[in-house]
Structures are given as C-alpha cells and as structure tokens.
C-alpha cells in the first residue's frame, strides 16, 4: 500500500533556510503537498506539486521532487518563529479505489529558537 | 463562511460509553473523510463517504462507524470506546469524490481532541 515518511523533528535558527524531507511509495502519486498545523488547530495547504514538474517556488516556499527516487523537500527560506508548527507531507493518488484520498506522512514537528 | 464544523473540540469519556462525533460542511462538498491523528503516525483515514448513503473503510476502521444520511453531515460514532482510541480525530471534506488537485482539495475542521479513560 501506500506508505510516506518524514522525518520527526527539526530545529533551525530563525533566519536560517528549513528544509523538510519526506519519501513515498506510491508510484502513481499524481500530486503531493504539504500541509501545516499550528498548536490546537486543523490542517492549512501550504503549497503543492504535480507529479511530472520538478521544481515549484511560491514565496518563501520551495517544493522540490524527484520523482525517480520518490523524495519530495519543502525548503523555508528565512526561517521565522510563526513557522513554527508540524509539517505533514501528503499524497493523492488517480489510481485509488479511495476516491479522493490523501496519505499522511507522519508529520516533521519544526521548531524556530530566535 | 465555507467551513467543516466539527463537534465537540474536547471530550473526556469512559470505556465503553457509545459517543457521536458530529461534522457538518457548508460546501455541498461530495466527499467526507475522518482522519485520526497519533504522534508519529501522522494522520489516517478511518472511514470514507463518497456521496450520500455511500461510506466505506480506511486504513483504521475497527471501533467506529459512519453515516452520510445527507449530503452536509457525517458523523463519527465510537459504540464502545477504548483507551486506544484516544486521539485528535479530524473530519475532512473535499469538492469532488474523484478528482484530485488544489482545486478539489481537503476542507479540515478543527479537530476534535478525544480522551478515553
């Protein structure tokens, strides 16, 4: 079946660039996204990427895929305290009998020290 | 204001006293999901709804059931709630049942915390 993973934690200086990995199974991903949650409330898109692009940059955001290795990054260029929060990668897939499912990673818990 | 509303934010209840939790969208959205969420598990589907009167499993099904008796509600229901299903429990609706992409993405609610003592 499915599978995606993260890493759990990472810390960074405020200022500096995050970078968050994450790996999946599923072949035929057709979009993935991140996804963040702040303490205490639901999940917000944060960006996304379809499968046949590389690279996607929307701000301070950089997605960036490998489809051949199935490894996907979202980099956070300058680094503030509100970013703060956990970071789940997700996946959605044409091919699932689920309809419209997204798959979870297990969510990367950053942590900004000023 | 398009939004999932979930309820109750916070529940603390006893082993095996049967518990409903509700979710409403205002969206007309065709698809409903509930999502548990565990520290390092990361989120997983429990059950699903395509449309009305159509549900079916996740990856996490056992202890609960659904309902999409109308289009705007699918509540969750815990007959004989456990320790282990102690969780944040998510509800999620989404525009079309198959098509996929932003335009079709999730609508969260804002989570329910459940504590199973």
């Known amino acids: 079946g499915e599978d995606v993973e993260q890493s759990l934690f990472l810390s960074v200086r405020e200022g500096d660039s995050s970078v968050i990995n994450c790996t999946y199974t599923?072949?035929?991903?057709?979009?993935l996204y991140w996804y963040k949650q702040e303490p205490g409330a639901g999940l917000q898109l944060l960006t996304y990427i379809f499968s046949n692009m590389d690279m996607k940059q929307d701000q301070r955001l950089t997605v960036l895929l490998n489809k051949k290795d199935k490894h996907l990054s979202l980099r956070i260029a300058d680094t503030q305290t509100g970013d703060s929060a956990i970071y789940f990668c997700a996946e959605s897939s044409s091919v699932k009998a689920a309809g419209n499912k997204l798959t979870f990673g297990g969510g990367t818990r950053v942590l900004v020290k000023p | 204001e398009a939004q999932v509303t979930q309820n109750p934010r916070y529940l603390i209840t006893v082993t095996g006293k049967k518990l409903t939790v509700t979710c409403s969208q205002n969206m007309n959205h065709e698809y409903m999901s509930w999502y548990r969420q565990d520290p390092g598990l990361g989120l997983r589907q429990i059950y699903y709804?395509?449309?009305?009167?159509?549900?079916d499993k996740g990856d996490v099904p056992e202890g609960y059931k659904v309902s999409r008796k109308e289009k705007r509600n699918f509540p969750l229901i815990l007959e004989s709630p456990s320790p282990n299903q102690t969780s944040l429990y998510f509800c999620?609706?989404?525009?079309?049942?198959?098509?996929?992409?932003?335009?079709?993405?999730?609508?969260f609610g804002s989570g329910t915390r459940l504590t199973v003592v």
């Open positions: 999620a609706s989404s525009l079309s049942a198959y098509r996929q992409g932003p335009y079709y993405g999730y609508t």
């Open positions: 599923d072949s035929s991903s057709t979009y």
């Open positions: 709804s395509m449309n009305v009167e159509v549900t």
